[in-house]
C-alpha cells in the first residue's frame, strides 16, 4: 500500500479523529496541531487560547486504492460546518476554524475545486469558509489526545458531541465504513 496524508482541521480533534478512524482504506489517524505561529511545539493548553494560529487537526494516512481524497472531503464536508467561521458548535477560536491542509498541488486542486462545487450548489445556504493551505508546524498533540473518543466514550463531551457526529457519518456513508 502506498499511504497518502491529508490532514484536517473541522473544529474538535476528537470528532475529526472517532470519524475517520471508521472509514475503510484509512490506515491512521493521528490528532495534532498545524499552521501555528511559532514552529515551536505548542501544548494544548496554548493552542486553546486562540493565540497561537494553531488549528486542531486530524493527520489522516489513507490507501488511495480504496478510498479517494474528495471521499474523504466529502466526508469532511458533512460532519462539520464549513461555512462557520473559527467555530464548531461551542468551540469558538481560530484553533477550531475549518481548514485543509496540503501537502502538494493535486491535494490543493482537488479541495479547491470540491469547494467551488459545493459553493455553486448552494446545498450549505452560505459559502464554504474552509481555508486550503499548505501543511506547515504539524505537531503530534499529547498522547492522552489519541483514541479520545474509542478511550472515553461516555464523557460529557464525547457523548454529547462526538457520538453524534460519528452516528451521522455512519448514516450518512454507510458503504464507506471498515468492515
Not at 29 to 50: I, L
Request: hydrophobic residues 35%.
Amino acid at each position: 500500500m502506498t499511504e497518502s496524508f491529508i490532514t484536517l482541521g473541522a473544529g474538535c480533534f476528537w470528532c475529526t479523529e472517532a470519524v475517520y478512524e471508521r472509514v475503510r482504506g484509512v490506515a491512521s489517524v493521528e490528532c495534532g496541531y498545524a499552521n501555528g505561529d511559532n514552529p515551536q511545539r505548542p501544548s494544548y493548553e496554548q493552542v486553546c487560547t486562540g493565540g497561537t494560529g494553531y488549528v486542531e487537526v486530524a493527520r489522516i494516512g489513507f490507501d488511495p486504492q480504496v478510498v479517494s481524497l474528495t471521499q474523504l472531503l466529502e466526508i469532511f464536508f458533512t460532519i462539520h460546518d464549513p461555512t462557520s467561521l473559527n467555530r464548531q458548535g461551542a468551540d469558538v477560536g481560530t484553533q477550531y476554524r475549518s481548514g485543509i491542509y496540503v501537502e502538494n498541488d493535486e491535494e490543493r486542486e482537488i479541495a479547491e475545486d470540491l469547494i467551488r462545487e459545493i459553493d455553486a450548489s448552494g446545498t450549505l445556504g452560505k459559502p464554504v469558509v474552509t481555508e486550503v493551505e499548505s501543511l506547515r508546524n504539524y505537531w503530534k498533540a499529547e498522547d492522552y489526545h489519541q483514541n479520545y473518543f474509542a478511550n472515553n466514550p461516555h464523557q460529557g463531551y464525547c457523548a454529547a458531541v462526538v457520538g453524534p457526529k460519528v452516528e451521522k457519518f455512519r448514516q450518512t456513508f454507510a458503504a464507506l465504513i471498515k468492515p
